[in-house]
């Protein structure tokens, strides 16, 4: 980006001269988003010079546009009133984002100092909802028409709304009683003469979400039929609100990030510049989970000690089985992240299970048949070759099976499948390794 | 998906009893993407049946929703001229993702077979374009307005190419050598007068791509400054196509999904209703790095052997050592992964492995501290529990750094970094555990 590495020269030198006037006007050409990448880089006197030269609505953009923590942190200082000014710039769906972490009593002390008092009753209607349902992500800017109307009313309630609506994707058509009936598209409006009946020429097979259903759901739904914009009703189908399509590119985004965290054990929604305590405490849940499991381990290790005393060259493997184990684990538990992902319709259990079996088998025989010439390459006995390769072998069958089954059963229980693929499949499968490996030498070794 | 199920089985019954009629009606309200997952559902005689039953623009549209191998095996039974119908049906970036898998020699006589002529000229300029760049993206359907025009004109242009433009995104404005100056949106067209120059009331402000972009810049553009088309230009900012935001939410699953295919050692694309082969050998290549490491790794602790015999506990905490250094390196990258994904630009390469450093330390001083505590609760003698314990802290050290390091590194070489959260930092980590194990011991014990 070196545009905004050269604007970032520019701010800098002009906050060195104290020169507001040159902050607003090199801000003035900047997308929020761009604004926000530059506060990012900069201190905070830095940041605040900046805050203060730009018009209310510019900051009020830019603090959509920070994530929830520093979102706060900017908050904290300000009074109830100006909190309010800036919701009163914003739209609904990003000003109940904004006010969801305050108070309650702030939250309250924020709608009513607002000026527009239409936006404060919408913003009170969203506040309820969760945030990661469709009544937590729906905005209520929305051309909304009456079937009953022909194309010049709805011109004139277009017209109405521009200030309030910056972008209009689709308009939403309703009977008396405010029922969705149907959607009609701005070219159709253009095309048709000004006395044509929406009721003539809306569609009438529209896909729309309850409120409570899940911002999965809604991202799926729009994923699968490429839509734009997903309206939003109540039980009784009232029209409430309409997702955006850039609010489930954020959701699924979200998700993808979420599983990455899951899938490499770590606990929170951290980054990299929070402070060392968050970073350390994410970390360590997994860091101790994955220990017991090793202290587990070295106990279970340790029953066969007499064993090893004996053949000292069998704690050669031990890490060539652990980590076989984990690996196949981990790929078998992501082709089924992937199916659940991609909603694939598993019919047939038991069906999937052999297919799961017979390909651990194949990969199972060429790795055992690899390993064991190695270990008589090595010059180990012929028995050691055989109790290494057979329980690699038997360990790349069950964990084919644990990393089959493991997200199979966190999905039906409504938990992230992902976890399935992180630190505990891996801790899980090193027991399991370890049990095969010196149950197999005892029944052949000992 | 209960509705998808009835009427899944009233379809059953209607091929049962032969009846074409009967399918064409139940599958007239559907999408095209419901039809297609109906149809993976079925055997092959009942998907011809139902596909025979339905218009071609219909088939088309559900050959759409295909991934490329159902895609190719479907059309690889059809004609020339048959392809050429379903392509006349499609929007050009649908066409193209259909023609691109043919021989060069197929997709030339498809698209001289095409009724469409416009259509076909345009899949010709598309064709060549890397299908992971902004050309491979773009489609040539959109609505191009004069600069010079007015919104009359403008709107005369909306109804000529009503047909071709099923959805309008934004009118570009472009001069009279069509190089891109702006956007002008619908609500504007509908709200001015007719004799409103496009000059006067079009956004000059406006961001567009050139063709040989990727597709991740691309994703990248549109998800931060949440736009819903973005224009494609050439060298000379002629405008050439553009592209929509439903296509850029393919993307960004996709690179998800190739994300959790690097992070679990899966090689290629696969499904799970792959057959057996695939499956395997999507598999081998990371199981066999993996068993090449923990092949080294048992030869590397071969060379300890003297001191296995002499202590034979200290095989005991192996797994605990690889494991750990497994998952803290897994934790490392995965952090990093995020940094990289979210475009965090880091300044400060020294300040940053200064905090890596940090965190590491204060997990490896409560790790190696509760581990010391236990392996002395084992019984085992204290000089035993100093090795394992310092052997931990250093790991966890280690680990962190190459965790950080390995991402940047591929990153800077354009290589996925996602692959250094995958089983290749667990089987580096494995082999530097040991490392730092075994020379520990040497150091306190031997």
């Not at 000026?115 to 404060?120: G, L, V």
């Not at 202290?295 to 004996?310: H, Q, R, T, V």
């Not at 499949?425 to 000992?446: E, K, P, Q, S, W």
Request: net charge negative; with cysteine; proline share 3%.
């Amino acid at each position: 980006m070196p545009i905004i590495k050269e604007v970032f020269e520019t701010i800098e030198t002009a906050i060195a001269e104290n020169n507001t006037t040159s902050i607003a006007q090199i801000t003035e050409d900047l997308h929020p988003a761009d604004i926000c990448a530059i506060l990012q880089e900069m201190d905070e006197v830095q940041q605040d010079f900046i805050l203060k030269s730009l018009d209310i609505e510019i900051v009020a953009l830019v603090l959509t546009e920070f994530d929830e923590d520093a979102q706060q942190t900017f908050l904290k200082s300000k009074t109830s009133q100006e909190i309010a000014n800036y919701i009163d710039c914003l739209d609904s769906d990003d000003a109940v984002d904004m006010l969801k972490p305050l108070s309650i009593q702030m939250r309250e002390e924020v709608v009513a100092l607002m000026k527009k008092r239409e936006k404060a009753r919408n913003i009170t209607q969203l506040l309820p909802y969760d945030a990661d349902t469709a009544g937590g992500l729906m905005a209520k800017e929305m051309i909304r028409a009456n079937v009953n109307w022909n194309v010049l009313q709805c011109i004139e309630e277009i017209r109405r709304q521009a200030e309030k609506v910056e972008k209009i994707y689709s308009i939403y058509v309703v009977d008396n009683k405010g029922i969705l009936l149907g959607i009609v598209s701005l070219k159709k409006i253009i095309l048709s003469a000004d006395n044509t009946l929406i009721a003539d020429i809306f569609e009438e097979d529209i896909r729309s979400v309850a409120t409570h259903q899940t911002e999965i759901e809604v991202a799926d739904l729009m994923r699968k039929y490429d839509l734009e914009t997903l309206p939003v009703v109540n039980v009784q189908g009232k029209l409430l609100g309409r997702i955006a399509i850039d609010d489930v590119v954020d959701v699924i985004t979200e998700q993808a990030e979420l599983e990455r965290q899951l899938m490499s054990g770590i606990s929170a929604d951290i980054e990299e510049d929070d402070n060392l305590f968050v970073l350390s405490r994410a970390r360590l849940p997994w860091l101790i989970i994955g220990m017991f499991g090793g202290i587990s381990g070295a106990n279970f290790i340790g029953l066969f000690e007499k064993d090893l005393i004996l053949v000292p060259a069998m704690a050669f493997f031990i890490p060539l089985i652990t980590a076989t184990g984990g690996n196949v684990g981990i790929q078998s538990s992501s082709i089924i992240l992937q199916s659940l992902a991609n909603k694939t319709i598993f019919n047939d259990m038991s069906k999937r299970l052999l297919k799961v079996f017979l390909v651990a088998l194949i990969n199972g025989i060429i790795i055992a048949g690899i390993v064991f010439g190695f270990v008589i390459i090595m010059g180990e006995p012929l028995k050691l070759a055989l109790v290494v390769s057979l329980a690699l072998f038997f360990v790349i069958i069950l964990a084919s099976f644990t990393g089959t089954i493991t997200p199979i059963i966190l999905n039906k229980l409504k938990i992230n499948p992902a976890l399935a693929s992180g630190p505990f499949i891996t801790t899980a499968n090193d027991l399991l390794g370890l049990a095969v490996y010196f149950l197999t030498a005892r029944m052949l070794y000992f």
